[in-house]
């Protein structure tokens, strides 16, 4: 007798979208196969760096298993994959006029300090920075 083994997770995406793959990731995770789940949310993130579900649930299968090291090196990555975006997506203006309206309207609305400087983070970076505070305190 011939034993065929479904080895399909290990091949990402040969006809199946990410939502396919966050839902094979998910089901994995109900039956309690973490290692599967975790293998694929790791190769989603790899094919779309932007993948925040894919990030969060990392977060909560590290954060269930108590590995808080491995989950703050998810945060990391997230957030700097979404400065990395938010950085080259986001080319500030060079007119000194659009530049000093803009401050000024983001000072009158109070989403920027004195200088000017932003005091608000673009989602998910905010939450994500929050929950590495936290995370570093548990992982010491």
């Known amino acids: ?3 065929v083994h479904n080895n399909a997770w290990e091949e990402p995406f040969k006809g199946e979208t990410l939502a396919d793959w966050l839902a094979k990731g998910l089901e994995w995770e109900k039956a309690g196969e973490t290692d599967k789940a975790i293998n694929a949310y790791e190769k989603i993130i790899k094919k779309n760096p932007l993948q ?4 969060e649930r990392l977060m909560i299968i590290y954060r269930k298993q108590k590995e808080y090291r491995k989950e703050l090196a998810i945060i990391k990555a997230g957030i700097a994959a979404f400065n990395k975006f938010y950085a080259t997506a986001m080319k500030p203006s060079t007119d000194k006029k659009v530049i000093s309206i803009s401050r000024a309207l983001l000072k009158s609305t109070g989403l920027a300090d004195k200088k000017g400087n932003p005091l608000f983070q673009r989602e998910p970076i905010g939450k994500w920075t929050k929950r ?4 570093e305190k548990r992982a010491t």
């Not at 925040?52 to 990030?55: D, G």
């Not at 590495?132 to 995370?135: A, E, L, P, R």
């Open 1 to 3: 007798m011939k034993v």
């Open 52 to 55: 925040e579900q894919a990030y």
């Open 132 to 135: 590495k505070q936290m995370v």
